[in-house]
T-cell receptor, first 111, second 114 residues
Framework: NAGVTQTPKFRILKIGQSMTLQCTQD?????MYWYRQDPGMGLKLIYY???????DKGEVPNGYNVSRSTTEDFPLRLELAAPSQTSVYFC??????????FGPGTRLTVT | AQSVTQLGSHVSVSEGALVLLRCNYS??????LFWYVQYPNQGLQLLLK??????LVKGINGFEAEFKKSETSFHLTKPSAHMSDAAEYFC????????????FGAGTRLTVKP
């Protein structure tokens, strides 16, 4: 199993541009999550999904959108990128058990 | 809502010394508690978890943590630090009935001196 994979690894965006961060898991997990990690701040939940077709907001959803058309994929969309969205983004998934499995992250810079 | 506080953003120990990373939680419901480790430029890897079985939890790489309800703590320890333990460590909490809302501490960076 590859586990949780994320693309791209790095990206630089200009203010106002849009992009999609990709996340795929091959563990048949129902639950998937998007976090952002800012220095000294830990991880904050952006959006999550409990299964295909079902998504919900987390702690910091503004400026982002998600969709979940399949069990495997959970893309995160940034519309009108802003400098405040400069961060490292992590995707994670889990089964019915409690722990989450994390991808390697996408480092995004908005200038 | 639940939260965790990690005491000390940086901890430095000598190789072979005891590692103690502190985590206190706040939760209105019985919690699940976790410790994750993050090596540079990598994702988070689970070290150990508490899900209301034994209060002393053993994890990977020789780490363990003890759930103390009376102190609302879940401190991470390792008897003898190794150079390879240098990383950032995160404590996290979810509620048993709402484990989609995992809250992380700010992290503790562990440095191991030779």
């Amino acid at each position: 199993n590859a586990g949780v994979t994320q693309t791209p690894k790095f990206r630089i965006l200009k203010i106002g541009q849009s992009m999609t961060l990709q996340c795929t898991q091959d563990m048949n997990h129902n639950y998937m999550y998007w976090y952002r990690q800012d220095p000294g701040m830990g991880l904050k939940l952006i959006y999550y999904s409990v299964g295909a077709g079902i998504t919900d907001k987390g702690e910091v959803p503004n400026g982002y959108n998600v969709s979940r058309s399949t069990t495997e994929d959970f893309p995160l969309r940034l519309e009108l990128a802003a400098p405040s969205q400069t961060s490292v983004y992590f995707c994670a998934s889990r089964t019915g058990f409690a722990e989450q499995y994390f991808g390697p992250g996408t480092r995004l810079t908005v200038t | 809502a639940q939260s965790v506080t990690q005491l000390g953003s940086h901890v430095s120990v000598s190789e072979g010394a005891l590692v103690l990373l502190r985590c206190n939680y706040s939760s209105s419901v019985p919690p699940y508690l976790f410790w994750y480790v993050q090596y540079p430029n990598q994702g988070l890897q689970l070290l150990l978890k508490y899900t209301s079985a034994a209060t002393l939890v053993k994890g990977i790489n020789g780490f363990e943590a003890e759930f103390k309800k009376s102190e609302t703590s879940f401190h991470l320890t390792k008897p003898s630090a190794h150079m390879s333990d240098a990383a950032e460590y995160f404590c996290a909490v979810t509620g048993k009935n709402n484990n989609n809302d995992m809250r992380f501490g700010a992290g503790t960076r562990l440095t191991v001196k030779p």
